[in-house]
């Protein structure tokens, strides 16, 4: 085999190494890919939950409130029957 040959073979194995290299990135941007648009879909159901929970907390406050004052006029229409 002369050197010329041998050169081309070489430089024939490193750029199918390349090109091999080149398949195993592709292949790995592919799941990232694949990764990154189920982390989205995952976001956007987390943030859907987290307004519904806060939506559900803004009602229980709202509640409380109520109750709160229902508490009082309750307490003060007793103090004025105990009084009377």
Request: glycine share 4%; proline share 0%; net charge negative.
């Amino acid at each position: 085999m002369n050197k010329v040959s041998q050169q081309t073979e070489e430089v024939s194995a490193a750029v199918e190494e390349i090109f091999s290299s080149a398949e195993n990135m592709v292949h790995e941007m592919d799941g990232i890919v694949h990764l990154a648009r189920e982390t989205a879909d995952n976001s956007g159901y987390v943030a859907a939950a987290a307004q519904q929970q806060t939506a559900t907390i803004e009602q229980v406050a709202s509640s409380a409130g109520t109750i709160s004052k229902l508490a009082f006029e309750l307490k003060a229409l007793m103090l004025h029957f105990h009084y009377e």
